[in-house]
């Protein structure tokens, strides 16, 4: 696979320090220029990787190319590329559905969308991938978990919810305050909530409970677990979540 990004932002970084570490099995991985600094460090780190001089010169080195360009710029960017009958298209760009995209990219031999998150840097991340496509998933396999969906409605849903990674660090703030307030150092209450909550994730994904038996598993009944679920529950804490995601879900179709 010779692969190539248009646009080299932080995802694109993430993806391609994620498939260096890895060993993934890619040919070349072309780079635009367009943020020099970010593209001349990936080069650095290991000879299959070269910045090059334009976009189209990215899309002539490539044969799947990774289009990685905010919504507002998207669709210019994309008229003045020349893309041929052998490319393989996976766009990054929010909103930006598959007809339009199909429209704007008529001569490509397939498009296909995915959400990557920042742990692909890691090898751990989950991409959310529209319409099912061999080459996407092995990709994005490689570097974490591909998930495949059949409708684009619920591609949009599944990017809607990545919404809530800065929400997510919040809470974990909000309980290493409180801790610090306590006394305890801050790297100490650092490394207690991260290692703490990548064990509940690790439980999630490798049982088979539902989320509401997991809630269930971690109660016991008058203990401190349950005192704080009745008390944010009591709040309306959780009923936040669906009608923040409503209002993103609503912003991203804007982009459509």
Known sequence: MRLGFV????????????????GAEVETIALS????????????????VRVCESNQQVLDTSDVVCLAVLPTIARDVIRELAFAPTHRVISFIPGLRTDE????IPDAVSVTRAVPLPAVEQGIGTTAVYPPHDVARRLFSSVGTAVEVE?????DCLHTVTATMASYFAFMQSQAD????KGLPPEKARTFLSSYCAGMAHRAEHTDYSFPELIKHSIT???????VLLELSSAGAFDLYPRALD?????????H
């Open 7 to 22: 646009g080299t932002g932080g995802i694109t970084r993430a993806i391609v320090t994620g498939l260096l570490k890895v």
């Open 33 to 48: 220029n367009r943020t020099a600094r970010i593209a001349n460090d990936l080069a650095a780190l290991h000879p299959k």
């Open 101 to 104: 995209l199909s429209k704007l």
């Open 151 to 155: 409708s684009e409605d619920q591609f």
């Open 178 to 181: 409180w801790l610090i307030g």
């Open 221 to 227: 009944p008058g203990g401190m677990n349950e005192k």
């Open 247 to 255: 209002g993103v879900l609503e912003w991203l179709k804007g982009f």
